[in-house]
């Protein structure tokens, strides 16, 4: 589920591999968790995150999750905020390559990484819950905020709206745009440069710039959780979900 792929000693690219749109089931986010540490542990430097060609992230597997009991989907969520803590307050800077349409739980992954490159055309990304019925959660919404600001956050994620690359890349929603089969690499090269910095200066500046973000996870995050888990059970969330997972299905076929 997890491709590793070692650039030299410095560098570890971590691609989800989970077809056919890399979405997020509770498996690949332990993996994906399980992945960090290691990395952490066997000294890497930095990390890349990137997904298929034309696919970053399709989200939480929605179909999956509507089999999950109420015990399984509660534990999805405190595994799903665990891996967010995870990349939030991860000691290495870590690159989002964004190969592809990243809606929902692809944009999520990414909010929390140092940076971000997505590949160039007619791909998607955004916080589109509330469209498939999902209120959005604080802590997601006050990363969403970080990056592009209050007024716009706003408008993007109470209309659940997707927008192109070039769009996100002028909010700032994303750093940088490059052709599809060079995300990737464009990630590994913001990661090499950033590298050839002194790494104590680099570092300690880096710390304190992401203060605000590593804080989200620094409280009791459990009063929101169950909030989020009592909202995937109500009866309008799930009947969207329902219809959303019907017509994915259809797609398949």
């Known amino acids: 589920m997890i491709d590793t792929i070692d650039h030299g000693a410095a560098v570890r690219e971590l691609r989800l591999n989970r077809p056919p749109v890399n979405a997020l089931s509770d498996e ?42 109420r015990l399984r989907m509660a534990d999805l969520w405190h595994e799903f905020y665990a891996l967010l803590g995870a990349i939030a307050q991860s000691p290495i800077p870590i690159a989002a ?56 956050s706003e408008q993007l994620a109470v209309s659940g709206e997707l927008i192109f690359a070039e769009e996100a890349l002028r909010i700032g929603l994303v750093d940088d745009l490059a052709p599809p089969e060079q995300v990737a690499g464009r990630a590994l090269q913001w990661c090499q440069k950033l590298l050839a910095l002194p790494q104590e200066a680099m570092l300690g500046t880096r710390r304190e710039a992401r203060l605000d973000l590593t804080a989200l996870f620094q409280t009791n995050l459990e009063p929101e959780l169950e909030r989020v888990i009592a909202s995937w059970w109500r009866p309008e969330t799930q009947h969207t979900l329902q219809v959303l997972a019907q017509r994915l299905s259809k797609n398949k076929s």
């Open 28 to 69: 690949l986010i332990r993996s994906l968790h399980q992945a960090l540490k290691l990395a952490a542990q066997d000294g890497v430097r930095a990390l890349v995150l990137s997904g298929s060609p034309g696919r970053f992230s399709g989200g939480l597997d929605v179909p999956l999750l509507l089999t999950l009991d």
């Open 97 to 152: 390559a964004i190969t592809g349409h990243a809606p929902a739980g692809g944009t999520v992954l990414a909010l929390f990484c140092d940076w971000r490159v997505m590949a160039e055309g007619e791909y998607r990304i955004g916080l589109n819950e509330v469209q498939v019925g999902i209120e959005l959660p604080p802590t997601l919404m006050a990363a969403f905020r970080r990056l592009i600001g209050p007024r716009k």
